[in-house]
Antibody
Framework: QVQLQESGPGLVKPSQTLSLTCTVS??????????WSWIRQPAGKGLEWIGR???????NYNPSLKSRVTISVDTSKNQFSLNLSSVTAADTAVYYC?????????WGQGTLVTVSS | SYVLTQPPSVSVAPGNTASITCGRD??????VHWYQQRSGQAPVLVMY???DRPSGIPERFSGSNSGNTATLTISRVEAGDEADYYC???????????FGGGTKLTVL
């Protein structure tokens, strides 16, 4: 069973960069033809896809966040990461990492990131 | 932008059938996937490619997609089915995942 685990600071100051890492277990991130995604969910609201990265390093981003998002992969650590720059309170959310395309078959448990001074 | 329309809420008595819809013009030409999110938990895939069930999902869950509406149907609803349900497609024009707004299923 594939496992994903998000990690990173739970509190980020406005205008700074939010950085999260997803550690993948029980499957090699570079061993298959999988996409790896980030999704977020503000409290009481729906799911918003942030972007994805392929094993090769190619990426796709949500047009609404594209100017602030970078997703990268570190195959040596079996991890992929999210950087979201210039954050505001509107970026406060639970952030999930997940595997798959065109559907997301494995998800991490999520991590709450609060943007506040 | 690509918008998927779901009813905010659906209520059903235990043992009855719940139908949760996901609408968009010509959604029948897309593959639709569905997720269940219980309170405080991560989403779980319950249906993919319109009507395929992942391993471990009860046969009570079924899906269909035609015309302008995709539907997730839950038969013989149980208390444990109470959750938020999200539909999802891949927007090939913009190369991104799109989620519906979500439907809260309440078991009366």
């Amino acid at each position: 069973q594939v496992q994903l685990q998000e990690s990173g600071p739970g509190l980020v100051k406005p205008s700074q960069t939010l950085s999260l890492t997803c550690t993948v277990s029980r499957v090699s991130i570079s061993g298959g033809r999988y996409y790896w995604s980030w999704i977020r969910q503000p409290a009481g609201k729906g799911l918003e896809w942030i972007g994805r990265i392929f094993t090769s390093g190619s990426t796709n981003y949500n047009p609404s966040l594209k100017s602030r998002v970078t997703i990268s992969v570190d195959t040596s650590k079996n991890q992929f990461s999210l950087n979201l720059s210039s954050v505001t309170a509107a970026d406060t959310a639970v952030y999930y990492c997940a595997r798959g395309y065109p559907f997301l078959d494995y998800w991490g448990q999520g991590t709450l990131v609060t943007v506040s001074s | 932008s690509y918008v998927l329309t779901q009813p905010p809420s659906v209520s059903v008595a235990p043992g009855n059938t719940a139908s949760i819809t996901c609408g968009r013009d010509n959604i029948g030409s897309k593959s639709v996937h569905w997720y269940q999110q219980r309170s405080g938990q991560a989403p779980v895939l319950v249906m993919y490619y319109d009507s395929d069930r992942p391993s471990g999902i009860p046969e009570r869950f079924s899906g269909s997609n035609s015309g302008n509406t995709a539907t997730l149907t839950i038969s013989r609803v149980e208390a444990g089915d109470e959750a938020d349900y999200y539909c999802q497609v891949w927007d090939s024009g913009n190369n991104h995942v799109v989620f519906g707004g979500g439907t809260k299923l309440t078991v009366l």
